[in-house]
Nanobody
Framework: QVQLVESGGGLVQAGGSLRLSCAAS????????MGWFRQAPGKEREFVAG????????GYADSVKGRFTISRVSVKNTVYLEMNSLKPEDTAVYYC??????????????WGQGTQVTVSS
């Protein structure tokens, strides 16, 4: 049973940066496809970024492409989401997810509890 714990959220001004962390226990993240999702108030949860365990392929939502970067450090069993040039519309609860599948698109089985990111204008 994989358990995921996100951290690193907070309040930041527009144009600023944050780095979210997702620490895993109960499984080795190098064997899992990892994803970051977000949910803003009144909106559905949406895919932000994903990283496949197979070949290291990564993908991003168009809204964050060029600003966000997903990475993983195997020795720490941790996945990161580096967020730069933040905009008020990036405000949301951010969730980390893991799955044994290869593709980073689609559903995920394991989820963290989320971390709040608030970007002020």
């Amino acid at each position: 049973q994989v358990q995921l714990v996100e951290s690193g959220g907070g309040l930041v001004q527009a144009g600023g940066s944050l780095r979210l962390s997702c620490a895993a226990s109960g499984g080795t993240l190098s064997r899992y496809t990892m994803g970051w999702f977000r949910q803003a108030p009144g909106k559905e949860r949406e895919f932000v970024a994903g990283s496949s365990w197979s070949g290291g392929a990564a993908g991003y939502a168009d809204s964050v492409k060029g600003r966000f970067t997903i990475s993983r450090v195997s020795v720490k069993n941790t996945v990161y989401l580096e967020m730069n040039s933040l905009k008020p519309e990036d405000t949301a609860v951010y969730y980390c997810a893991a799955d044994s599948k290869r593709a980073y698109s689609g559903g995920y089985y394991y989820w963290g509890q989320g971390t709040q990111v608030t970007v002020s204008s």
